[in-house]
Every structure is written in structure tokens, then in C-alpha cells.
């Protein structure tokens, strides 16, 4: 069996350390193996193309969370796995994970009152003004007269030397912050990483301090500047179903919402001055927490199920350090069928082949082209996650109880929407460069000759929108691997031509499956580099970090000190 060679190994181990692409401060005591020709090989489009045409048929009616089409899925996803000799790498030696959910609906809901200590009373209304949720487990949830406090952008993190609550106890009261990260300065050029959004900056971290810190609640000011989105895509889905962890989170909120730029300029007002004021104010370091002289009421009646999604979880034992681990994850919900279209006479399958039967396909891809190679050193884990189009919740599970300590798992390589217009000359790591994942990836692409470009729009979040979140959460460098933009043959406004014809006609739609002709080149370039980056770090002991500015460093730091690393 001939052997491709390997990489010089100076300028491979240049890839990590410090979350640069400069010297590694200390040199693994084993070395990547190189990859076998049969290895790639595996690695085509008929491969590729039947698990997403099987996936993305009507038999498994969308594939969504909970639904027999979903445990179609994960039956054929299981099959598929123990075809290729994986064993179930589930807790109970299975390929089975339950993940246990509890959908709420909002039946009924008051005004959000506002009561300042001297002016009129402000009623907010529900969607045209805000949206509200709850943690708790429950069918009724309220806040009576709750005080307020402005939080600014509610942000701890010391890599930065910012703390915006500066010590003041918060608890029992709701929180009044901004999303997004405080701007960067002339002094500062690339404070909270400039024009890229940092977890700091993200509503889900902003809700996780308020937790943390015992408050009764949180309440997120809405721009579209720094939320990215207009205020429609929450308010479009206040009234359905909330779909989360059964468990509630440890210290649970009462309320969750968020307010539009107009509300928050009359809460502004009623506390004496105005939300550009409060933007000024949040974007210093010697910002303190500000109790307003408003309270706030709402009461919501919701309606509760319990339900199981399903993880698919299969690995490869490592040969010599089977107690560490690299995991490739994919997501293989989508969105179900819509009955009443279906009664109708119309085709209301939500099909999802490019999200995420593509990302399935390419894992299992993947899985392939390792079994047919010599068994890395490390464990190898791939795992179909339940539930992301649910807010990620199926990753978020699997980090709560993981099978392989996070602490122990070197990676994360996350394949999610996969690239169905072409091949390209580059390729996109989502997040790549808030770790040393990003030399790394250089190497993999190389091995393809392909170059690594940078997110064209990282204030967008898109690190934070899919399920490498739940281990980077974790401590866990991770990556998205994503389709490049520069197409060979094509135009350059091709890339963008493609992206806004999917955003219109085909995401979460029913348009999502595959059609004649569809391209398949970029989606091979695209797994085989995905296997060559999982494939460095499963047969070395290469290891990764965060860059120290992350907010992500310190619970990796933390993690390994528990397990005594």
C-alpha cells in the first residue's frame, strides 16, 4: 500500500501553540501519520451522494426531532456505522443517546409592564414590542414590580481586563443588557477581536452570567446593528413552541425576553437619559452596574410536552491513546412535513438535503476513509446530533454528558450544510482563528490544494450558530468546516449568486433536496479536508488551544486542571 508523503514536520507543528500560527512551545511525542492512498479514495461522490439522496427522501419525512422520521434516520445512520465497523460509542456501548426535551407554547401572556418612580406607566406589547420566554419547567411563570438594572453589555472576562458588574450583587433582579461586544478603540484596535463577535458578545452567554449571578432575569435590547438581524426573526417564532432541555438549567430565569430599539429608548428615558447614552456609557472598562427606577411585570400561561431526540454516537478505539479523542459531529434533524400542506396536495416535506443531509453524508464520508486506513492513536467519535434546529440542543446535551470527557477531547470538526455548487480554490473554517485549529486547517487544505480564507462576515455569529458551540462551550477548540467563495471557472459574484439563491428558495424550505445536475466536486474537496484535519490530530499528539483572549481559554484551563492535567 503506497503512502502519500507527509507534510515536513517543522512546518506542520508551526500550526500550534499560543493560537497563532507561530512555533509550538512544546513538540508532540508522536507524529502525525501520513494518509493512504485507499484512505482518499473512499472519499467520492457516489459515497457522498447516496447517503444524502437516501436522507433527504420523503421516507424520512424531514427528518424532524422526535418524529418517526426521525428515528427512520437514526436507524439508517446507525446501520450505516456498524456497516463500516464503528462500534456504538454511546454510554451503555450502544450507538444511542436519548436527549430529553420539553417544548413550551405561550397560551396567554400580559403587557410587560414598565412602572417608573415618577411618569406614566409604559405597556409593552407581546411581538410588536417584545418577546419573552422561560427556563422553567413550568405552566406559568411572572414578574411582579421586579427591579431593573443596566448591566451594559454584561460581559466578565479577564483575558480583556473587563468586568461590567464590577461586584454588585444582582440577584433576584432582572437584567438590562446590550448583545454584541463593547467597540474597539484607537487605543485598542482589537479589543473583544474588532469586528469579529466573541462569545462574550452573544445572547446566549449574556443569559448564561445572568444565571450564574442568581438573577431572576434577563431582558436583551434589540438594534439590528448589533444584533445582525432585524427584530422580525425573534418575533416571527414568539408564538410557537420553545423547544428545550427538559432539565432546567442550573440557576434557572424566570424571564428571558427582549425589547425593540423603540421600547428600549423609553426605558432609557424613564432612567433619565437615552440608549445612545447607555451605548457611551457601556463601551468603557470603568462602567458600573445601574439600578433603574423602573420595575417591570408580565405573566405568561404556557402549555408543556416532554419528548426524546435522539444522538447518534459511533467511534474507532484509539491504538495508543484510546483516552483521548477527536469527534466529528453532524447534524441530522431538519425541519419535519408540514401536514396541512401535505392534506392539501403539496409537497410539504422539508427535505433538507443540503441541511444537514449533506453534513451526515460527509461524516459518514469520513468514517469511511479512517476505517480503511491503520487505527490512529487517539479514539476517533462520530456523532449525529438531534434537535439543532432547536437551538443546538442535541450538542448542548451530549457537553452536559459526554461519553469522552471534553477535557480529553483534543477537537471538534463540525460538518453542517455542505458545499453543493463546485468546486473551489478555498475553503472556510468558522472559528478557525480563535484557536490553533486555523494553522492546522492551512495544512489539511494545502494536502488539497486549496487555501484558507476567512469569514466574509464574522460580526454575524455564524461560530455560535451551529453544534461546535456546545463543545467550544466546553473548553474544546472546534471548527466549522464551511464551502469557500472562490468557485474555479466561475465569477467572482458566483459565491454570492449561489449563497442569496439558497438563503431565498431553499433554506428551510421544501425546495431543500437534491435536483438533477447538482455539482459534487466541492462537497469531496470539502470531506477530504475535513478527514485531513481530524485525521492530524487523531494519529499525533498534537493538542490545540484556545487563544488566550477567548472566552472559551479559561474553561479549557479549568477543565484540564480537574482532571488533573
Known sequence: MRRLALLPILFLFAACGNGSDGPTTTSPDIDPAPISDDALAQIDSTTLYTHIAELSSDEYEGRGTGTPGEQKTIEYIAEQMEALGLVGGAEDGSFFQAVPLRGSTITQITPLTLTPENGEVVELAFVDDFIASTDLDASAASIESAELVFVGYGITNPGYDWDDFKGVDVTGKILVGLVNDPPATEDEPDLFQA??????????????????????????????????????????????????????????????????????????????????????????????????????????????????????????????????????????????????????????????????????????????????????????????????????????????????????????????????????????????????????????????????????????????????????????????????????????????????????????????????????????QQTRVAFRLGHMLATSSLRPEWKPSEAFAQTRAESEAAAGM
Open 195 to 524: 469586528d469579529t463577535l466573541t462569545y462574550n458578545g452573544r445572547w446566549t452567554y449574556k443569559q448564561e452570567e445572568a444565571r450564574r449571578r442568581g438573577a431572576l432575569g434577563v431582558l436583551l435590547i434589540h438594534t439590528e446593528p448589533t444584533a445582525s438581524y432585524p427584530f422580525t426573526v425573534l418575533s416571527n417564532s414568539a408564538r410557537g413552541e420553545d423547544i428545550n432541555l427538559q432539565e432546567e438549567p442550573e440557576g434557572a430565569l424566570e424571564f428571558k425576553g427582549w425589547i425593540t430599539e423603540q421600547a428600549a429608548e423609553q426605558l432609557a428615558g424613564m432612567a433619565g437619559t437615552t440608549l445612545e447614552g447607555w451605548f457611551e456609557q457601556a463601551a468603557s472598562r470603568d462602567f458600573t452596574p445601574q439600578e433603574l427606577p423602573v420595575t417591570a411585570s408580565v405573566s405568561m400561561s404556557l402549555t408543556t410536552r416532554t419528548f426524546e431526540g435522539t444522538n447518534v454516537i459511533g467511534k474507532i478505539e484509539g491504538s495508543s491513546r484510546a483516552d483521548e479523542a477527536i469527534i466529528y459531529t453532524a447534524h441530522h434533524d431538519h425541519l419535519g412535513k408540514d401536514d396541512d400542506l401535505i392534506a392539501a396536495g403539496e409537497d410539504g416535506i422539508y427535505n433538507g438535503a443540503v441541511d444537514n443531509a449533506s453534513g451526515v453524508s460527509m461524516m459518514l464520508t469520513i468514517a469511511k476513509a479512517f476505517m480503511a486506513g491503520e487505527t490512529p492513536a487517539r479514539s476517533v467519535y462520530f456523532m449525529t446530533l438531534s434537535a439543532e434546529e432547536s437551538g443546538l440542543l442535541g450538542s448542548k446535551h451530549y457537553a452536559l454528558y459526554p461519553v469522552m470527557p471534553l477535557a480529553k477531547t483534543i477537537a471538534n470538526v463540525n460538518v453542517d450544510s455542505g458545499n453543493l455548487n463546485g468546486a473551489t480554490e478555498d475553503i472556510v473554517g468558522i472559528g478557525a482563528e480563535r484557536s490553533d485549529m486555523l494553522g492546522l486547517l492551512r495544512q489539511a487544505a494545502e494536502g488539497e490544494g486549496m487555501t484558507v480564507t476567512m469569514d466574509s462576515n464574522p460580526n454575524a455569529g455564524s461560530f455560535f450558530r451551529s453544534d461546535q458551540l456546545a463543545f467550544a462551550r466546553g473548553g474544546v477548540p472546534a471548527i466549522f468546516i464551511e464551502t469557500g467563495s472562490h468557485y474555479i471557472g466561475k465569477p467572482e459574484a458566483y459565491a454570492e449568486e449561489v449563497e442569496a439563491e439558497y438563503r431565498a428558495n431553499r433554506y428551510h424550505q421544501v425546495a431543500d433536496e437534491l435536483t438533477e445536475g447538482m455539482p459534487f466536486a466541492g462537497l469531496v
